[in-house]
């Protein structure tokens, strides 16, 4: 990794606590949640049926898909309630001073 594969995304107090941030990666849709001021990031593409994760809603840490209720795990992308059966990808998030920055680890 070197600094230039890393992403700017937004600045800390830019996404409200349970909430996120849609934004594109190399043409990947990824959405950045702000978990109580702890940041993660992971596809924003349900595995059941390609829903936009960001579209849904934050429960109990879970990205919660707003078509059929399929349940992601934020910190790690697993899947923790279907209809879904397929994890999504997790993306590595560092914060740098006091810019939120992703990094495409899918190559």
Not at 7 to 14: I, L, Y
Not at 47 to 52: A, I, T, V, Y
Not at 76 to 105: K, M, N, Q, W
């Amino acid at each position: 990794m070197t600094l230039s594969d890393w992403t700017a995304v937004a600045r800390v107090g830019e996404i409200p606590d349970q909430q996120c941030l849609r934004c594109d990666i190399d043409d990947e849709p990824i959405a950045v949640y702000n978990l109580r001021g702890e940041y993660f990031a992971i596809e924003d593409r349900c595995s059941h049926d390609d829903g936009e994760l960001a579209d849904g809603w934050v429960e109990n840490g879970c990205a919660v898909c707003p078509r059929h209720g399929a349940r992601f795990d934020i910190r790690t992308g697993r899947v923790t309630a279907p209809p879904a059966y397929e994890d999504i990808h997790s993306f590595p998030l560092r914060v740098v001073g006091d810019v939120i920055e992703v990094y495409d680890d899918r190559a």
